[in-house]
Each structure stands twice: as C-alpha cells, then as structure tokens.
C-alpha cells in the first residue's frame, strides 16, 4: 500500500514537472556532475551541465568545499564560470573567485553583463578590486566605476550597459545593420532607443517596426517620442512599480540632462520585486533582510535580539494595564481567562488591516494626503467584525460562567479592541511611510503593543464599571 502511494507521489511530481517543462538539477545529475569532477573527466562534466540550468548549480555549489570549486574551476571553460557566477549568491561568487587567478577572471568578465560584474566586484575586497581594475581596459574601467558608483538599491545600481542606441538619422537599412553588430553583446534586441545629434533620448523604435519599414526610413520616422524613464537616483521600488503599471519591457536610465546611462530589464525587475517583498515580510516581523537560513547563531542573535527587547519593552505596558486592574481580576477570576481572548483577536485582525495597508504603501495605491476614508472603512470594519465575534464569544462566556453581564462586557470590548485595531493597523504604517521609513519596519511589534496594552484597559475597564453585577 505504501509503495503504490509512493508510485502515485512520484507521477505526480513528474507531471508537475512535465507541465513546467524545466529540466531541474536532481540529486542523481548532481553526483553526475561531482563524479566527473572526481574523475577530472571534462567531457562528462560539460555534457552534465548543459543537461541542466546554470542557477541549479549556482545554488548547489553553496555547499562545494574548496576542492570541488577549485576543480570545477579548472574543468569548465570561461563561457560556463562566467554564467555561473551570474547566477550565483555574493558567498558563492566569492568561494569561485578565489581560486581564480586575475588573468581568468578578467577572461570570465568578457562573458558577464557588466551590470553583474560590478555587482560582483563590489564584493569583493578592495584589494582585490584595485588589482582587477588595474589590468582593464579604459572603456571597461570606466563604465564600471560608473555603475559602481551609485547605489545598489537605485536604478543605477541595477542597470546594464548593454542596449542598443541608434542615431535618428539612421536609416532603416543602416539601422539593421548596426543591430546585426551590437546585437550579440546586448540583453534587450526587442525595443532599440534612438538619440539625437547631441545623444540625448528622444525615442524608442520597436524592432518589429524596424523590420517592416522601407529601408530608406530614418528611425526618427518611426520612433515613438518621449519614452519613459528614470534618473539613477530613483529607488528599485519605484522603478518596479512604474515598471509594471506600463507594462514595460525595458526601461531606460538617463542623466539629468537625458543622456542615456543604461537600461532596465525584466529580470533585474524580478529580482527588486522578490526582494522587497522579502524586506517587508522580515520587517513586520523584526527580521534583518539580511538573515537567511544558513546565517550563523551568533549573527541570527545579534540581527534578531534588539527588536526582541523591544517586543518585551512593550510587552510590561500590558502587564502593567493587568496589574492596575488586578483588584478586579482578584474578584472575578474568570476575566483573566476571557481578556486573552479579546487582545489576541485585536492582534488579528490588526495583522489583516497592517498587511493590506503595507502592500498598498508599497505600490503606491494610497495618497496619504487623502487616506482618511480608508480609516473611515477600517473602523467601519472593526465595529462589524467586532460585533459579529463579540456576540459568539459573549454567548459563550454566558452560557459557560452563567452571567449574561460578562457576555455584554466581551460584547463591547471586542468592537472596542476591534475598532482599536483597524485605527492601528491603518495608522502604524502610514507614520512610519510620512516619516520617510520602512511601512513595515517593526510595524506588527507596535500594533501587537496597541491591541494588547488598549485590549485589557478596554476590557477590565468596562469589567470595573459592571464589577456589581459580575460578581
């Protein structure tokens, strides 16, 4: 029975992997691939490779001693190291650039988008940086030092150097010849970015529309004018979004005075989106975006730890909210049981008003000049659901204590806590983003602080008042 399940388990990963149609980089291929490094067997170890994709084994080499990255190393050509290292994670690329003399690395280089290589290279430690570029080129070494000087999470940071601009006073036919020359070396063939006597941007020409003209039409003839762009100051986030409300596939970067500096590509976009959205969900929760499951114990403690002590900071306001009312609890035990109820259903459904409110901050759906009627809705929501839960629970309370004055009590006190909660949610992010800050920067610390510390005051308070009748 257990080896039919097993049979049915693996059909249907291998359908999933049909319908996908990725050839992934199985265990079986991976000692493949570490037995023809084994056996110095370069033939073996290329036709491995070229069975799978480069990141499948950028990711696997995470786990490489330096025998294998240095055997790998000697055994694959330029071509393969360069696509690798791509691909690869700043621990990876710098595991493989050790074993690699400066010649072999500049060799990689010529097979890397220069965007990548100055990601790399900015990795890398001074020294070695300063000896790689003392043996570049000049164009090289300055489009490089370009890239690196601007910020790693800007549009400078994450544009390439390979597009393709044309003058406008091209022809057609001129034109699909320089495309035929610069083609090879560029990541976007599909729109080509025309420019004036001055090399300033003045339009896009699709390739399409290129291939259909008359050979004697100039691009300035077919181009589309006033494409959008950005500066490379402006923040990753922002680009991702502009990026996806127009449905672009490329976006060029200019200079103030609109000379072109490079381009954007859906790739780089992928990988902005992906890491901001890991960004917030480690920020709502105090988590270091730098932290990941391979990160040590002592660097786990020391990213982790501070937001912690805060969490516990905030944590004795609710204690001491309970110990103001201690006399009121001491008089009707069953309150302590019932006020956890009401904090812990505040510190839900604050978490779903926090969560659409910092997806919405982060895509730029709300104006904060103009936010008050989505605070207005929050609270509408917060007294509904709170009203709709605080009947269940008062019924409950009622029917299990036999009081119906404590079923009115967690009546009011969950539309009360609710309502506490939407206005926390609603308000936590939109400070933190008029301050110029992360929306979810610690934000589920400081509502958990809200819905607790107000939950029990609100609660016991009420409790205080109705005392007589509880008891």
Known sequence: MADEKDEEKLKEENSENEAIHVTRLDEQGLIEFKDALTRSDQNELEKVYDQYQPIDFAQE????????????NALMSDEEI?????????????????????????????????DNVADLLGALSIDRRKQLFSLMSGGDKRTLHELLGYSEDSAGGIMTTAYI?????????????????????????ETIYVLNEQRFLIGTADLRDILIADNAT?????????????????????????????????????????????????????????????????????????EGIDTSVFESVKMRLPWLVVNLMTAFLAAYMIKIFEGTIEQVVALS?????????GGNAGTQTLSI??????????????????????????VINGAANGFITGVVCWLIYGNYFLGIIVFMAMIGNLVVAG???????????????????GSSVLLTTATDTLGFFIFLGLATIFLPYLK
């Not at 902005?272 to 988590?287: F, K, N, P, Q």
């Not at 997806?359 to 809705?377: H, N, P, S, T």
């Not at 609603?426 to 979810?440: E, I, M, N, R, T």
Request: with cysteine; net charge negative; proline share 4%.
């Open 61 to 72: 080499m995470d786990d490489f001693d330096d025998e294998e990255i240095s055997q790998t």
């Open 82 to 114: 360069g696509e690798i290292l791509e691909q690869a994670d700043e621990d990876v690329q710098n595991h493989i650039i050790k074993f690699l003399d400066n010649g072999r690395v500049l060799k990689i280089f010529k097979y890397m988008q220069k």
């Open 165 to 189: 601009a044309l003058s406008e006073k091209l022809t057609v036919e001129e034109a699909i010849q320089k495309i035929k020359q610069i083609g090879p070396r560029t990541e976007v063939i």
């Open 218 to 290: 100039r691009l300035g003839e077919i181009m589309e004018d006033d494409p959008i762009r950005v500066e490379p100051e402006v923040d990753q986030e922002e680009v991702s979004h502009i990026f996806a409300k127009y449905d672009l596939q490329a976006m060029p970067v200019v200079n103030k005075r609109g000379a072109m500096l490079g381009i954007i590509t859906p790739d780089d976009i992928i990988d902005v989106i992906v890491e901001e959205h890991t960004e917030d969900l480690y920020s709502m929760a105090g988590v270091s975006k730098e």
């Open 337 to 345: 049981a019932v006020m956890t109820i009401i904090s812990g259903m």
């Open 357 to 382: 409110m910092v997806r919405a901050l982060a895509l730029g759906e709300i104006d904060l000049k103009d936010c008050w009627k989505v605070l207005l809705k929050e609270i509408a929501v917060g």
């Open 423 to 441: 206005i926390f949610g609603f308000l936590v992010p939109v400070l933190l983003k008029a301050c110029h800050q992360d929306p979810a920067l």
